[in-house]
């Protein structure tokens, strides 16, 4: 979660957008270089807290459930103990 300081191309972003950035690495920079396609504008009322705990909580979870477990359409998930916003997404 970062603020855009530089932009090389035309992006949906415009310097000094508040953007989220998905990178294998290299993110505790105080400057990253990455790719356009890995930069998303962060919505005006997500706070930089919700942005940074994105990776955290949903990508584990898409990771675990479509990469791990290979869950496909007609597919069922049994997920044990979900709660706050990980439930509220889910429905």
Known sequence: MSI?????????AAVGDHV???SRS????EVVFVPAKLT??????MS?????ALP???LTAYMMLFEMAN?????SVLIH???GKILEHMQ
């Open 81 to 83: 103990m979900a709660a």
């Open 40 to 45: 998303f504008l962060m919505p005006e009322s």
């Open 71 to 75: 869950v496909r359409p007609g597919k």
């Open 56 to 58: 955290i909580n949903y």
């Open 48 to 52: 930089f807290k919700e942005a940074a």
């Open 26 to 29: 290299g993110m505790w920079q």
């Open 4 to 12: 855009l300081k530089h932009v090389r191309i035309h992006l949906i």
């Open 20 to 22: 989220i950035i998905l």
